[in-house]
């Protein structure tokens, strides 16, 4: 009898060990889903949007999506770094709402997604980031003009941008705490401290961030749970950030919440900023078709 007993806590142990294992070496396998390459813009609900080819740090050639704003001179572009899956004409129908408000809209295209080169990561998905807003400081959209939106696992960067390099507010749609916390809770029998590569720590980041900031959560969100958003800005308010607020949506799931009426909140929180000095007028962008 005891020899059956260790046989089959032996086997227990290997198979935790085993799929411990498995989870650390396939991790990127789970985080990061890319979808097909998106069809022309032109085919989605925001045609005023171009392909637009910037150059990381480590010398990847990456496309996004651009339309600048309204205003050329005093005119904010929402730069949205968008979830874990599909791609960014999944997003188009967003960028309508920001476009229909006067806004610039950049929809980043990240390495490993969008027919991109490149393997996706942390790290990596902040050095796409920075090309981006290198990108947008050469069309005069400094920090100032600058709105961040992180959806879900973009707000991984969409936050951390922003503490780096600046921006005028953050908006926040279904994001977590960290890839830990969100390991923890699906994996809760592993050590997910030890065992993620890439830890998004908004949390972090969060505690840093000085400009006005925004968090939209569906309070049926079934990926991410609404505490998390919670203790967003329960992070953001005792770091004494000067504006953080929250709007949670009784029907909203998870990155559904343009669904039920998400844009006109953002719109309001907009509203409310200040706004940028003027700058000297740029010429308008060329787009970049490959």
Known sequence: MLNVIAGVAGSAVALYL??????????????????????????????????????????LELMSWYAPPADPERGRVMVYFHGNAGNIADRAYKARAFLDMGLGVMLVGYRGYNGNPGRPGEEA??????????????????????????????????????????????????????????????????????????????????ERLDVPLLVLHGERDGIVPPAMAQR???????AGNPRAEAVVFPEGNHVDLFDHGAAGHVRDFLDELALPPQTACRPPLRPMLR
């Open 125 to 206: 998905f902040r050095r796409d980031g920075r090309a981006v807003l290198a990108f947008l400081e050469t069309r005069g959209i400094g920090p100032d003009r600058r709105v961040h939106y992180g959806e879900s696992i973009g707000s991984g960067t969409a936050l951390p941008l922003a503490v780096e390099a600046g921006a005028a507010a953050v908006v926040l749609e279904g994001a977590f705490t960290s890839i830990a916390d969100m390991a923890r809770l699906q994996y809760p029998v592993y050590p997910a401290g030890l065992l993620v590569r890439h830890p998004f720590d908004n949390l972090a980041a969060v």
């Open 232 to 238: 967003l800005l329960d992070t953001a308010r005792t």
């Open 18 to 59: 085993a799929f411990g294992v498995g989870l650390y070496l396939f991790q990127e396998r789970l985080i990061f889903v890319p979808g097909p390459p998106p069809p022309p813009p032109a085919e989605t609900a925001a045609p005023e949007l171009a392909p637009v080819f910037v150059t990381t740090s480590d010398g």
